[in-house]
């Protein structure tokens, strides 16, 4: 396809028609009038070959191939903006930038107001957007990575990227208080037959300590699978069941949380958290600022030095 000849305003008219699933409403978001919006449509509508935006009733839905180009739309746009706002040097008291972080809500507690914090002190102009994170998202990770700056994620879930290693916790597992082998300790028939509360769940979208459980042959039955690890807790209280909980998160629960960590009966490695983005951005003089910026961070949630993978950290990262 020749670039050249595309008229790349399209692509804003197709993100505004896509987000709204209104001509009239993508019209006044972007300050156009009703015609000129319904004329990009149609060109839209011509290069595609598809008609995008179907009636039905008094709305319009989204025809399969406009569902696809929805996400795909929103990168390309991030990206052409990362492009025009790019700048030889960083000042952050100056910027206005907006940075967009892909996390888990189990990451927001640890580290998520520490990091507003210090934004908030030394770039105090610009926003940060903490985005959740899902299974579809990290198995396209590198696309995600295009319209997103980073991707805070645990090591077992993405390969092949730009990364530095910020900080480490283990797996506990959590029962209620109530539950007897709270006091009686968990066996690994325990891990069988026990009612299962798992967060990512699925058949590439799965903890890496799940997974370990998996390759020794323990099969958990699930009876409950979530995205939110926060919402865990109230899923395990009173109840049979059990789920797999980082140490960090536990451990700032409430004293009225109504579960008990225990130690796995299975031999599970390290949970290793740390940020992950494009290589494209890799010299990026506002990416490395944030990149800094979020070290420094983990390093004050947790109060302890960074873990730093020297073999696998890009130079200016060691």
Known sequence: MNMARLDLNLLVSLDALLQERSVTRAAARMGLSQPALSASLARLRRHFDDELLTRAGNEYRLTPLAVQLRELSRLALAGAERVFT?????????????????????????????????????????????????????????????????????????????????????????????????????????????PWVVTYHGQTASTPAARQMRMLGIEPRVQVVTEDFITVPTLVAGSDRIALLQRRLVDMLPLGAGIRALPCPFEVGPLVEAMWWHPALDDDPEHRYLRDVIARAARQAVGGPLVIDEADAPPQEK
Request: with cysteine; hydrophobic share 40%; charged share 25%.
């Open 86 to 194: 790019a700048q030889p040097e960083f000042d952050p008291s100056s910027s206005t930038r907006e940075f967009t972080v892909l996390v888990s809500d189990y990451v927001v507690v640890v580290l998520g107001d520490t990091l507003a914090g210090l934004l908030g002190e030394e770039a105090p102009h610009t926003r940060l957007r903490l985005t959740p994170h899902s299974p579809a998202l990290v198995e396209r990770a590198e696309q995600t990575l295009l319209g997103a700056d980073v991707m805070l994620l645990p090591h077992g879930f993405v390969s092949d990227l730009s990364h530095r290693d910020l900080y480490r916790d283990e797996w506990v597992c959590v029962v209620s208080s109530d539950n007897p082998v709270a006091d009686a300790g968990l066996t690994v028939e325990d891990l069988r037959t026990l």
